[in-house]
């Protein structure tokens, strides 16, 4: 097994490992930024036409500027700024490798990783585990949840023209996708186990979406959950009168947040 000695070994390369990692160029630590997936892996899997709800300077990192025609950058605004951050500074990223185990020795830490069937092995004196929360969906714990056909991230409309998509959430990237999917040309239905949507979705997404309710072309239910997902249909649950309902789907998006991996 190869071993690599640095002086910090960062886990992550979202915009906080990399930040760290620029922090530590400047100081001349020797680093390594170690990453199963790639550079700013989470914006990557945002859906592709997303805009930031932050102008660009509260995104900058290193004192590299993000500069945008836009209000707002888009996604990939946002991957290629990361990507220059990382050539800047050369900082020492590497993609594709993925973390199985960390020991704390009695001067440093021991960390094996493992990338296309090779298994590593790096020491550091200083280690910065930054990755984030958003590899881990959380879930709905019904009966077909591991169907193809359900996923917990939402991407991109296009495949969904003409079918029955369920959206389950009530927060910001629920009502996003539900909005670009009805206009892509889906039949979108919500549900969502509390009263009303959150108050939290941002003021100029809530009117929008509760204005395609009101004029019947989203189907949003309250107070439901999702109790068993089939292949051609969904039922779901009003968790006040127990009543059951069986809705034709194709397709469902649980947007049902995210959490650390605490493991």
Known sequence: MDTFKFDVVIIGAGPTGLSCAVECARAGLSHVVLEKGCIVNSIYHFPSNMIFFTTSDLLEIGGVPFTTPNPKPTREEGLQYYKRVVQYYSLNVRTGEKVISIQNLS??????????????RYTARHIVIATGYYDQPNKLFVPGEESSKVSHYYTDPHPFYGRNVLIVGGKNSACIAALELYRYGAKVTVIHRGEEIKKSVKYWILPDFMNRVQEGALTLHLQSVVTHIADNEVTIQNVITRQETIIANDFVFALTGYRPDEH
Request: aromatic content about 8%.
């Open 107 to 120: 001067n440093d830490f021991l960390v094996d990783t493992e990338s296309n069937g090779q298994q590593k």
